[in-house]
């Protein structure tokens, strides 16, 4: 099977294997109140400014507010292209260092669960949207409904958001539970966030890691940490990103750190799925 992203082995036809021409990277947590969209708009916006062109699917579609946070304000939704009265192209908005938004609805419950021809919709055309990007950003919702679940084992990357808090680790432990014996997965990244420092940061991990590691048997790897920095709620209430409204901040710092990395992670030779995959996922698995 072929697609303009490549075949399921990564190859183009009658090519040696070439590397994606999108990274899919699903943004999850297992409870709300991490500071998970925070951390998706703040790396979107880290990761333009080191040069790659990033697309960002606020995949909350119930309850978006990546928009919100950036300030931005959207004419149309996801909730539009889904009625038939849009395309995505038409609600796509712009935002720090050019990267692109595709805003969910707010408050719109039956959004929370699409519909398989909604699915087959959006699929068609993100694919040509995304054709020219380097990284997808999906921030999914919290917790572990089927949404959440489907986007974070259709990404290349499932990225987990963890607090110091003990229901943060628990729901998290959860939302891993689900994603290895549901759906087979057996790869994550923990970021920590709002973390004092670093030694707090990697007793966080060392937690969840030594529960995932003694009940489930997966791998989970560390993606280092966000600190606890007061510039962070002031960026928020301002609507901007912390790394574009102050860039020599704690946070920003480290943002950019992890923005590197994500541009260092070793390309899979056996492409996950592409974006065009993503979707098929979504359809099949209801």
Known sequence: MQSRFGTLDGTEAGCEPVEPRIRVIAVSSGKGGVGKSNVVANLAVALAQANKRVLVLDADLGLGNLDVLLGIVPQYTIEDVLS??????????????????LPASSGVPHLTTLTESQQIVIQEQLEHLAADKDVLLIDTGAGISPNVTFFASSAHETVIVVTPEP????????LIKVLTRRYREHRFKVLVNLAKGPREAAEVYRKLDRAVDRF?????????????????PFAVMRQKAVVDLFPDAPASQAFGRLAKQVTQWPVPVLPKSSVQLLWRRLVHAG
């Open 216 to 232: 489930l048997q997966v791998a989970i790897e560390s993606i280092g940490y966000i600190p606890q920095d007061d510039y962070v």
């Open 84 to 101: 038939g009265a849009r395309h995505l192209e038409d609600i796509c908005l712009v935002g720090p260092a050019g990267i692109t938004v």
């Open 167 to 174: 229901t943060s680790l628990t729901d998290a432990y959860a």
